[in-house]
Antibody, heavy 118, light 110 residues
Framework: QAQLQESGPGLVRPSETLSLTCTVSGGSTIDYYWSWIRQSPGEGLEWIGHIYSSGNTNYNPSLKSRVTLSMDTSKSQVSLKMTSVTAADTAVYYC????????????WGQGTLVTVSS | QSALTQPASVSGSPGQSITISCTGTSRDVGGYIYVSWYQQHPGKAPKLIMSEVKNRPSGVSDRFSGSKSGNTASLTISGLQAEDEADYYCSSYTSSNSVVFGGGTQLTVL
C-alpha cells in the first residue's frame, strides 16, 4: 500500500513562495493523478490541483495564477509551489493519490501545517 | 468554483440512521459519477469511505451507503455508532477538469 509523506517549511513569510514536497513510498507514481488539498484551521477541504505522471496538470481556478505542480518520477516525489502567500494560505496541506482524473482520493498523507506569518 | 452544499451539522442516536446531502450543479455532481465521500476525525487526515457515488472501498463498513439523484448526492449511515462521530466531506469532479469539495458536515452521535 502506497504511503505519502509531505515535507517542507512550517513557516513562510507573507509575499514569499510556499514550497512543499510529497514523497511516495510503497507504490509507483506512474499512472496516477496526484493532488494537493489544503484545510485552513477550523475550515473545510480545498482542492489545489493535481498532476499526472505525464506532467499534465489541472488547477483550482481560484488558485491557478499562484500555483505550480511538478513531479519527479525518479524520486517518487510531487511538488507544490505557491507564490505570493498571505495569511489566508495558512493551512494543513495534504497530498493525496487520485484513482483517476476527478476520481476519489484513496491514499492521503498525514498533512503538514504551513503558517504564513512575519 | 463554488463549494458543494452540505448541512453544517447532523446528529443521531446510536443505532439510528442519518443522511448527509451534498448539492451541486449539473456541472459537477449532476454531470458525473465521480462523487466521493470522506470521513475525518479531529487531527487526522480524511479517509475515503465512498467513491463513484456508491462504491465502498474495501474495509469500509457496509453501514455506509451512497446515492445520487440529479444534482444531489447523499451519504447514509445506518446503525450509528459512537465511532462514526466525525466530519464528513463530499467531493465531485467538475466540467472545468477540477475537483470541488463540500463545506463539510459535523456528525454528532448523541
Amino acid at each position: 500500500q502506497a504511503q505519502l509523506q509531505e515535507s517542507g517549511p512550517g513557516l513562510v513569510r507573507p509575499s514569499e513562495t510556499l514550497s512543499l514536497t510529497c514523497t511516495v513510498s510503497g507504490g509507483s507514481t506512474i499512472d496516477y493523478y496526484w493532488s494537493w488539498i489544503r484545510q485552513s484551521p477550523g475550515e473545510g477541504l480545498e482542492w489545489i490541483g493535481h498532476i499526472y505522471s505525464s506532467g499534465n496538470t489541472n488547477y483550482n481556478p481560484s488558485l491557478k495564477s499562484r500555483v505550480t505542480l511538478s513531479m519527479d518520477t525518479s524520486k517518487s516525489q510531487v511538488s507544490l509551489k505557491m507564490t505570493s502567500v498571505t495569511a489566508a494560505d495558512t493551512a494543513v496541506y495534504y497530498c493525496a493519490r487520485e484513482l483517476g482524473i476527478g476520481d476519489a482520493f484513496d491514499v492521503w498523507g498525514q498533512g503538514t501545517l504551513v503558517t504564513v506569518s512575519s | 468554483q463554488s463549494a458543494l452544499t452540505q448541512p453544517a451539522s447532523v446528529s443521531g442516536s446510536p443505532g439510528q440512521s442519518i443522511t448527509i446531502s451534498c448539492t451541486g450543479t449539473s456541472r459537477d455532481v449532476g454531470g458525473y459519477i465521480y462523487v466521493s465521500w470522506y470521513q475525518q476525525h479531529p487531527g487526522k487526515a480524511p479517509k475515503l469511505i465512498m467513491s463513484e457515488v456508491k462504491n465502498r472501498p474495501s474495509g469500509v463498513s457496509d453501514r455506509f451507503s451512497g446515492s445520487k439523484s440529479g444534482n444531489t448526492a447523499s451519504l447514509t449511515i445506518s446503525g450509528l455508532q459512537a465511532e462514526d462521530e466525525a466530519d464528513y466531506y463530499c467531493s465531485s469532479y467538475t466540467s472545468s477538469n477540477s475537483v470541488v469539495f463540500g463545506g463539510g458536515t459535523q456528525l454528532t452521535v448523541l
